[in-house]
C-alpha cells in the first residue's frame, strides 16, 4: 500500500459522535481525512436543551477545526466507494489505506456552525411565543424536548402525540410508566396509540385532529421522529451485499466490515446488536483507534490477537427529564429523580465529551 507523507492514509466518513473521536484520536499517528457535509461535529443529545437555552449550543456545536487540528476535512457528501478511494458529491476522489465508516443517521441540518446556532434561537422564540405545543412523537427526543420545555417554561401546554402504546419503547416498561407518571404530573397530555397526518401540519393550522377523532388546540409543533439511517450511499457502491435489510452494515468483532480487512463500521449504522446510543458509538470509536494503530504498527501481517474485540452494551440508558431529573433504565432495576437526573441532566455530558474530543469542557474559541 502506498503511504502519504510516510504515514497510512485514514478515511473517516461521517463527523458525527463516532467519526469525529476516531478523527480527532489517529490525527498525530497517521494522516487522516474527515469527510462530512457539515462543518462541524455536534453533541446530539445537546440539542433539545439548546431549544430552550440557545446558547448551550455554544458548547455543544463545534467546529470539526476546533478538534482537528492536524487532519485533512473535506465538506461534502461521500457518494461511493471502491476498494482503494472514497468519491465525494464535490468531486473529490480520496484514496485510503484504511476506512473507517461513521455515517450514522440522515439529518437535514445546516451545514455552517453559525446556521446552526441560529436555529436554536429561532427554535427557541417558536416555544416562547406558543401558549399551546404539540410534540409528534414519544420517543427519547419528544419526552426529553417535552420535559425541557416544562420544567423552562411551566406554563406551556404541551400535548405529545405518540403512535405507540407506550412512551420510550426502546426501554422497559416500567421506565415508560414512570416517566408517563412525570410527564403528567407537570401537566403535559399525552395521547398514547395516535397518530397525527402529517400532511396536515403547518403553521397557520392551529386545530389538530388525531387518529381517534380527537382535537385539540397547539400554536406550534415540533417533529421527534426516528431519523432515517445514512446508509443510502451504499447501496450501488462494492458494499451494497455488505447491509442487512435495514440497511445497516454488518460488522465483525473487531468493528471491520464482514470479510473486509480495511474497512471498519462504528456506530448507528453498524448491525451490532446493542441500542443505538452514542456512548456506545464512542466505545465503538475507542476500540477502532485500537484495532487501527494495532494494524498501522504492526503492517499488514500484524498479530490479530493484539487487536481488541468489541463487546455489546447492556441494555442501558438515560433519559433526561428537564434541568435535575432523569429516569434511567439499568441492567436490573429502573431509577427515577434526581439520582439518574445528576448524572445526566446538568451538563448532558457536554463538558465531558468536550474533554474527550481534547477541548476544554467550558471555554468555547468561536
Ligand atoms: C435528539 C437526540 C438525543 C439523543 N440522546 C442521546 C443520549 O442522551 N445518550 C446517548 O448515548 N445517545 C443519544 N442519542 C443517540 C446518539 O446521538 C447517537 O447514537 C449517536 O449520535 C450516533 O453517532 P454516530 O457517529 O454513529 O452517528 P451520527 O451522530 O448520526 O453522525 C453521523 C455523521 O455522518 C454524517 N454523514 C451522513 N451521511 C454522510 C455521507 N454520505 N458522507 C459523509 N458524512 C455523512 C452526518 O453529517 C453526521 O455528521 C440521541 C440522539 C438524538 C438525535
Known amino acids: 500500500m502506498e503511504n502519504h507523507g510516510g504515514k497510512k492514509r485514514v478515511v473517516v466518513v461521517g463527523g458525527g459522535i463516532a467519526g469525529s473521536l476516531v478523527a480527532k484520536s489517529l490525527q498525530f499517528t497517521a494522516h487522516v481525512t474527515l469527510i462530512d457535509p457539515k462543518e462541524y461535529f455536534e453533541i446530539t443529545w445537546a440539542s433539545l436543551r439548546s431549544m430552550v437555552e440557545p446558547s448551550f449550543a455554544e458548547r455543544s456545536v463545534i467546529n470539526h477545526r476546533d478538534y482537528l487540528v492536524h487532519g485533512n476535512i473535506i465538506t461534502s457528501s461521500a457518494v461511493n466507494v471502491t476498494e482503494t478511494d472514497v468519491i465525494t458529491a464535490d468531486g473529490h476522489k480520496i484514496a485510503f489505506d484504511y476506512l473507517v465508516i461513521a455515517t450514522g443517521h440522515a ?85 398514547l396509540e395516535q397518530s397525527i397526518d402529517l400532511k396536515e401540519l403547518s403553521y397557520e393550522n392551529k386545530t389538530y385532529r388525531t387518529s381517534n377523532g380527537e382535537t385539540f388546540e397547539a400554536d406550534c409543533y415540533f417533529l421527534c421522529l426516528g431519523k432515517p439511517l445514512a446508509s443510502a450511499w451504499l447501496e450501488e457502491t462494492m458494499l451494497k451485499h455488505d447491509m442487512d435489510e435495514e440497511g445497516r452494515i454488518k460488522v465483525d468483532e473487531k468493528l471491520r466490515v464482514i470479510g473486509r480487512r480495511n474497512i471498519f463500521a462504528i456506530g448507528d449504522i453498524t448491525d451490532i446488536p446493542e441500542i443505538k446510543q452514542g456512548f456506545a458509538a464512542q466505545q465503538h470509536a475507542e476500540v477502532v483507534v485500537k484495532n487501527l494503530k494495532v494494524m498501522i504498527d504492526g503492517g499488514r501481517d500484524c498479530g490479530q490477537y493484539r487487536m481488541e474485540n468489541y463487546k455489546p452494551q447492556m441494555p442501558m440508558a438515560i433519559v433526561s427529564l428537564g434541568r435535575k431529573d432523569a429516569v434511567a433504565q439499568l441492567p436490573l432495576m429502573t431509577v427515577i429523580g434526581r439520582v439518574p437526573g445528576y448524572i445526566k441532566s446538568g451538563d448532558l455530558f457536554v463538558g465531558r465529551t468536550r474533554r474527550q474530543m481534547g477541548l476544554d469542557s467550558h471555554t468555547v474559541h468561536a
Open 107 to 191: 439529518d437535514d441540518v445546516p451545514k455552517i456552525r453559525r446556521d446552526r446556532l441560529h436555529q436554536f434561537v429561532e427554535h427557541n422564540e417558536r416555544i416562547r411565543s406558543a401558549r399551546s405545543i404539540m410534540i409528534v412523537g414519544g420517543g427519547p427526543t419528544g419526552v426529553e424536548l417535552a420535559a425541557e420545555i416544562a420544567v423552562d417554561y411551566p406554563h406551556k401546554k404541551i400535548t405529545i402525540v405518540h403512535k405507540g402504546p407506550r412512551l420510550l419503547d426502546f426501554v422497559g416498561t416500567k421506565a415508560a410508566d414512570k416517566t408517563l407518571k412525570w410527564l403528567e404530573s407537570r401537566n403535559i397530555v399525552v395521547k
